[in-house]
């Protein structure tokens, strides 16, 4: 049985343990905030994939090298939204640790705040990590949803 300070302080301590804890619960908010945002393009890069797949098949010549283009350029983006997935659930499974052990070390009275600077900086690498990877892969998506020339000088063909 975990041993509990006394009853006058319990609150006082469990009052200010929330009050630490606010901080990382906010980041978890938005971490969340992030996942979704990369969930929804993953959604959108996976539905387009889906979208060229069938028309890579049915493709020839210069058409079937563009589709293909294409969908390396989607599997590219896929993994780098899953890797920044992945770090910014494992920085939010790290600040999940550091609230617990901040009422752990109030309730047994233990010494975790090396543990707990430590769990926090990693979570900040991580969680920079996946916003690298993110920001690397806009930068792949806008890179390749450029307007192809061609269709650029047949248009301004058509207006003259």
């Known amino acids: 049985m975990i041993p509990l300070p006394p009853n006058d302080t319990a609150v006082a301590q469990i009052a200010d343990i929330i009050q630490s804890a606010l901080g990382p619960v906010f980041l978890l908010a938005g ?7 990369c969930a929804g393009r993953l959604s959108r890069i996976v539905d387009r994939a889906r979208q060229i797949e069938p028309l890579l098949l049915k493709s020839r010549g210069s058409e079937h090298d563009r589709y293909l283009r294409e969908i390396r350029v989607l599997d590219r983006r ?48 991580l969680l920079g990590s996946g916003f690298a990877l993110f920001l690397v892969e806009t930068q792949v998506g806008s890179r390749a949803v450029r307007v192809r020339n061609a269709l650029l000088e047949h248009e301004a063909e058509e207006q003259s």
């Open 31 to 37: 971490i969340g905030a992030f996942l979704n945002v």
């Open 78 to 125: 896929m993994a780098l939204v899953g890797r920044a997935i992945w770090l910014a659930v494992f920085a939010a499974m790290l600040i999940c640790l550091v609230v617990i052990l901040l009422f752990a070390g109030t309730l047994v009275r233990g010494h975790f705040g090396t543990a707990i600077a430590i769990l926090f900086m990693t979570c900040m690498a």
